[in-house]
């Protein structure tokens, strides 16, 4: 699902929003469905901004960190001081620790996109 957020996010929006209606009432379901499309909108904006966001985190130890952006990995940096007395297999776990905590920011970012857009967060099955 990130994936393809993420490259949804990427696209400009291809559509404006809908032009108000004179002839139909307030609070019907036009106006949920402009709010709706608004909010969704809003959302892409938002994606995408975080989406170009560099993020980074590290693992639990604070050993190894990793810099994701645009859905991809762009930096490791291992702890200089801690790296020299390191095992492999110590080094390993860190990494694998660390590279899981990057996917999991990348993974997140479409629920952190959702916050900005209540009416979406609530009518989406599973995000509230």
């Given at each position: ?23 139909r009432p307030s609070g ?50 291992p702890d200089p001081s ?32 959702l916050d900005a857009s ?11």
């Open positions: 699902m990130a994936a393809r957020a993420t490259a949804w996010a990427t696209r400009p929006p291809a559509v404006a929003d809908p032009p108000p209606r004179a002839d019907g379901p036009a106006d949920v469905v402009a709010e709706a499309w608004r909010d969704l909108r809003k959302f892409q904006v938002r994606l995408a901004q975080l989406h170009d966001t560099a993020v980074t985190v590290a693992d639990p130890a604070d050993r190894v960190s990793v810099t994701v952006r645009g859905g991809r990995l762009v930096a490791v940096t801690w790296t020299e007395g390191a095992g492999d297999v110590d080094l390993a776990d860190r990494l694998g620790e660390a590279l899981r905590a990057g996917l999991a920011a990348v993974d997140g970012l479409p629920g952190r996109a209540p009416l979406l967060r609530g009518r989406l099955p599973g995000s509230s």
